[in-house]
């Protein structure tokens, strides 16, 4: 009888955490996003522990799937924590997978993080981040007004911290600066927005009802080419290219930055990449 009761109730425990094994998981994905990089590492490892194998649209209940990238995941944690080549590590687990590149949530993910984690030799700075800033064109005033404008388009506090800003503050102040004429700092906001949100989409939710085309890397590649940055311009544009991000009518944009510098009328910057 005693027996029987034992194994009932290691059958029992080990349903529970078989079962409990999307609870970390998801955790650990929310953790990510609130940039606590540690106790996400914990969550995963945990969710990885319970379920080894990954999948795309994997049954959580009656009719509830989840894409689950335990492995992707890790990577992003990870290098959020500095364990940079344990990220690659990672990554590379999730490309051995397969399921990243099925996934509609994964797939931008670990493209994004391809190119970030192979990019500078440290694994800090994605290429297009990594060049020489270029004095702004706005003054100290002019932007500090600007800012604020957009802050409260957002619906947060002006005396809001930028660096705590969410992603779609970031991205619409890059918008504003871009449409001033400021690229060198509208190029800084837009690799803030992508440093906190890598994946593109048309209509994001920014908040409540308000949506917005998240373009993050043409509008880096489009600074950079009036910075005349081309190497990080080209950097992003195969970004954009490789996520089926950049807008239809700057695909002429690819071959201006291929000229490498070299000025005519084939790579014009202002007739190759026009506003999307």
């Excluded at 609130?34 to 009719?63: C, H, K």
């Excluded at 600007?146 to 660096?163: A, E, G």
């Excluded at 400021?182 to 920014?206: E, G, N, W």
């Excluded at 009518?249 to 084939?266: E, L, T």
């Amino acid at each position: 009888m005693i027996r029987i009761l034992t194994t009932v109730l290691m059958l029992a425990a080990s349903t529970a955490s078989a079962a409990n094994w999307y609870e970390h998981y998801e955790k650990g994905v929310r953790l990510i996003e609130q940039g606590r990089a540690d106790e996400a590492r914990e969550a995963l490892g945990a969710a990885l522990a319970a379920r080894p194998a990954e999948g795309v649209q994997v049954p959580t209940g009656p009719q509830q799937y989840i894409d689950y990238l335990p492995h992707l995941y890790l990577a992003i944690a990870s290098q959020m924590a500095g364990g940079v080549e344990h990220a690659r590590k990672e990554l590379a687990l999730a490309e051995t997978s397969g399921m990243a590149s099925r996934s509609e949530v994964g797939r931008p993910l670990l493209v994004a993080y391809q190119l970030l984690l192979r990019g500078d030799a440290g694994g800090k700075f994605p290429r297009y981040a990594v060049y020489e800033k270029k004095a702004p064109t706005l003054s100290d005033s002019e932007f500090s007004l600007l800012r604020n404008d957009v802050l409260m388009k957002c619906d947060l506090p002006i005396d809001m911290k930028l660096s705590n800003a969410p992603w779609y503050a970031n991205y619409e102040l890059g918008l504003a600066l871009e449409r001033k004429g400021d690229y060198s700092r509208a190029l800084t906001h837009f690799i803030d927005a992508v440093a906190q949100r890598p994946d593109p989409q048309k209509q994001a939710r920014m908040y409540g009802m308000w949506m917005i085309d998240y373009y993050p890397y043409f509008h880096i590649a489009r600074s950079h080419v009036r910075l005349e940055n081309w190497q990080c311009a080209k950097n992003a544009l195969e970004i954009s290219q490789r996520l089926e991000e950049i807008p239809g009518n700057a695909r002429r944009s690819a071959s201006c930055c291929r000229c490498k510098g070299r000025r005519s009328d084939a790579c014009n910057p202002e007739r190759s990449l026009t506003q999307p």
